[in-house]
């Protein structure tokens, strides 16, 4: 305004969480049409409005409305931060809740592996349970593997993002100020936890459901709403297939920036691939799946390495080749996972605690054995998609050397898994 005490605000907001029970908004908009600046809104703000409750799907408990701006005068002293500076509110709050989405999908996850494994105990088909079938212990098993690797990595980056934290605070930060730091160091990892935590729900609360067979499908039972409630989770916070493109855009950036290096790392790549293969063979706890993980890092700096140095010698743009950079973005997420399950089992081993060590090995193998197959799908895909003659070729005789992870019993390893569960009466990873 021209006295300078109010700004006004223009416009409409739709998919407002909690907009039903809130007595204040916080709400981003541009001044002067390029300034991203975060406000504080009340919610009797005379020209602040809302419409009726969404109609939705699932999350039925939750409020969502859209809200309306018509010359809301919000006082000066209400905007949040620095003018021009709201990107950097908007984009830690939504790493924080990336992260934290990850934590609440793999809670539902795991009651819903709970729930499954207590119903498949307790139906009875040809005289016996049917958590005794070999295709219902697959399906508990595999829910189980994939919380699991969730959870190794969701763990990880919390103790990560901690330990940012405390040396922001330590040299000088307020607490508020460190947590966001913290948050934008690990905001490429938040990315992989948001997309993985949703998706493994989504496949866990699917299999339940399947498992519960018709009462599954009756809003009677408890499945229903767990899989109608679960669908959500990968379109907010950001949906899946922009955070799959932040994953390898913020590598990117960061690597241009200085920040990491990946030139390196692909070049000694590119000159492993000119090389003959070794064939010495590797011993010791976890060897293979120590080399696996070793060699994955190298398919992925080789898949994104050619596609840059194609992009910067004019031959391709990325920012058009969405489903290169999803190729890449599921590559790392698959190596992000298998490494922290890896550190996991391996410091419980270390640890010398009394758990039975034979079935997280079975846990970790399965795993490791169906992310191999992918990472092996998505590098080829990603390949065949820009490269051609010698080079791809070349490309894929390497990919081929980077994805021999040594294949396992994986029926007998999720019959362990299985059975464990079924034992516990309950998730017990």
């Known amino acids: 305004?021209?006295?300078?005490?109010?700004?006004?605000?223009?416009?409409?907001?739709?998919?407002?969480?909690?907009?039903?029970?809130?007595?204040?908004?916080?709400?981003?908009?541009?001044?002067?049409?390029?300034?991203?600046?975060?406000?504080?809104?009340?919610?009797?703000?005379?020209?602040?409005?809302?419409?009726?409750?969404?109609?939705?799907?699932?999350?039925?408990?939750?409020?969502?409305?859209?809200?309306?701006?018509?010359?809301?005068?919000?006082?000066?002293?209400?905007?949040?931060?620095?003018?021009?500076?709201?990107?950097?509110?908007?984009?830690?709050?939504?790493?924080?809740?990336?992260?934290?989405?990850?934590?609440?999908?793999?809670?539902?996850?795991?009651?819903?592996?709970?729930?499954?494994?207590?119903?498949?105990?307790?139906?009875?088909?040809?005289?016996?349970?049917?958590?005794?079938?070999?295709?219902?212990?697959?399906?508990?098993?595999?829910?189980?593997?994939?919380?699991?690797?969730?959870?190794?990595?969701?763990?990880r980056v919390s103790h990560m993002m901690e330990q940012a934290k405390q040396s922001y605070m330590a040299a000088g930060d307020p607490f508020e100020m460190a947590k966001l730091k913290a948050a934008e160091e690990y905001a490429i990892e938040c990315s992989i936890l948001k997309v993985a935590g949703s998706e493994v729900l989504d496949y866990v609360v699917d299999e339940t459901l399947q498992i519960h067979g018709g009462m599954g499908f009756s809003e009677e039972g408890t499945a229903a709403r767990s899989y109608r409630d679960s669908r959500i989770s990968r379109i907010y916070e950001g949906t899946n297939e922009i955070n799959r493109l932040l994953i390898v855009d913020m590598l990117l950036k960061r690597a241009m920036k200085g920040k990491i290096d990946i030139t390196g790392p692909a070049w000694e790549v590119q000159k492993e691939l000119a090389s003959m293969p070794s064939f010495e063979t590797v011993s010791g706890d976890y060897a293979a799946e120590l080399k696996a993980v070793k060699d994955w890092k190298k398919s992925a700096l080789m898949v994104a390495g050619a596609a840059a140095k194609m992009q910067m010698d004019g031959q391709l743009n990325l920012?058009?080749?969405?489903?290169?950079?999803?190729?890449?973005?599921?590559?790392?997420?698959?190596?992000?996972?298998?490494?922290?399950?890896?550190?996991?089992?391996?410091?419980?081993?270390?640890?010398?605690?009394?758990?039975?060590?034979?079935?997280?090995?079975?846990?970790?193998?399965?795993?490791?054995?169906?992310?191999?197959?992918?990472?092996?799908?998505?590098?080829?895909d990603a390949l065949v998609s820009f490269a051609e003659g010698d080079l791809l070729k070349t490309m894929l005789m390497g990919l081929k050397r980077f994805t021999k992870y040594p294949p396992i019993n994986v029926k007998k390893a999720r019959r362990l898994i299985a059975k464990t569960l079924i034992e516990a009466d309950e998730f017990c990873f």
């Open 1 to 155: 305004t021209e006295d300078g005490k109010h700004y006004v605000l223009n416009g409409q907001k739709m998919w407002i969480s909690n907009a039903g029970f809130a007595n204040v908004f916080i709400v981003f908009a541009q001044i002067d049409g390029d300034k991203f600046t975060g406000f504080i809104v009340e919610r009797d703000t005379p020209g602040f409005t809302m419409g009726a409750e969404e109609k939705k799907m699932g999350i039925k408990g939750s409020s969502t409305r859209q809200v309306f701006f018509e010359n809301a005068k919000i006082p000066a002293e209400n905007v949040l931060g620095e003018i021009g500076k709201g990107h950097l509110i908007a984009f830690n709050v939504l790493n924080i809740g990336r992260f934290k989405l990850c934590v609440l999908c793999n809670g539902g996850s795991k009651g819903s592996n709970t729930s499954a494994i207590r119903y498949a105990k307790e139906r009875i088909q040809f005289k016996q349970p049917i958590a005794n079938f070999g295709a219902i212990q697959y399906k508990l098993a595999e829910q189980a593997i994939r919380i699991f690797a969730t959870d190794s990595a969701m763990y």
């Open 319 to 380: 920012k058009e080749e969405q489903e290169i950079l999803t190729n890449v973005a599921d590559m790392l997420t698959d190596i992000y996972l298998c490494e922290s399950t890896l550190l996991r089992v391996m410091r419980l081993k270390a640890m010398d605690t009394n758990v039975d060590q034979e079935v997280y090995d079975a846990i970790l193998q399965t795993f490791f054995t169906d992310a191999n197959s992918r990472i092996n799908k998505n590098a080829t």
